[in-house]
């Protein structure tokens, strides 16, 4: 079955960076774009943009250009997605979820992983 | 980037009760549209993409329709495990932008 197991909770002080991990299971890792979603306490959910980890290619999110790299290790079929320069507003739940596949199937989010809670707090 | 509109903000209705949300797009976005539940404190869920084909697993009693810019997600009968949190998000092209959600509550 398909899993997207995400790395545990984090706490960060202000202008600190972040690294989220985000480890498939159950198909085959480079077949399907990953994409990144947080949530901020009592908000609604912020797209932030997808990464292939076929080749590495990445779109960002206006709102996150600049501080937001996405990256892979295929050999382990795990992605991450590493935020810099955190300020209190990035306090959030940070998802990977799956996307469309490289064949060019869309069908929106179809996998969530489970969640990490970042804290940003001086 | 095209804009995502979801409404009402919010709802209370009955169980039974036919429930309905729209999500508008500010432009033209074909049937590229997915709904999601979002239950307190869980993960959100897929139940409809390509504006009205059903995620495997969901009940019946969830349907969506539209095309273009327009969009409705149905409960035809309410059910108390239904109380969540709704969004509608658009994968015609990137961004994929949620809509801000839809809180539907059971009176």
């Known amino acids: 079955q398909v899993q997207l197991v995400q790395s545990g909770a984090e706490v960060k002080k202000p202008g600190a960076s972040v690294k989220v991990s985000c480890k498939a299971s159950?198909?085959?890792?480079?077949?399907?774009?990953l994409h990144w979603a947080r949530q901020a306490p009592g908000q609604g959910l912020e797209w932030m943009g997808w990464?292939?980890?076929?080749?590495?290619?990445?779109y960002y999110a206006q709102n996150f250009q600049g501080r937001v790299t996405m990256t892979r290790d295929t050999s382990i079929t795990t992605a991450y997605m590493e935020v810099s320069g955190l300020r209190s507003g990035d306090t959030a739940v940070y998802y990977c979820?799956?996307?469309?596949?490289?064949?060019?199937?869309?069908?929106?989010?179809?996998?969530w992983g489970q969640g990490t809670l970042v804290t940003v707090s001086s | 980037d095209i804009q995502m509109t979801q409404s009402p903000s919010s709802l209370s209705a009955s169980v039974g009760d036919r429930v309905t949300i729209t999500c508008r797009a500010s432009?033209?976005?074909?049937?590229?549209l997915a709904w999601y539940q979002q239950i307190p404190g869980k993960v959100p869920k897929l139940l409809i993409y390509?504006?009205?084909t059903l995620q495997s697993g969901v009940p019946s009693r969830f349907s969506g329709s539209g095309s273009g810019t327009d969009f409705t997600l149905t409960i035809t009968s309410l059910q108390p495990e239904d109380v969540a949190t709704y969004y509608c998000?658009?994968?015609?092209?990137?961004?994929?932008?949620f809509g801000q959600g839809t809180k539907v509550e059971v009176k």
């Open positions: 990464f292939s980890p076929n080749n590495g290619a990445t």
């Open positions: 432009q033209g976005i074909s049937n590229y």
């Open positions: 998000q658009k994968y015609y092209s990137s961004p994929w932008t």
């Open positions: 159950g198909y085959t890792f480079t077949d399907y774009y």
């Open positions: 390509g504006a009205s």
């Open positions: 979820a799956r996307g469309g596949s490289m064949a060019g199937a869309r069908v929106g989010h179809d996998y």
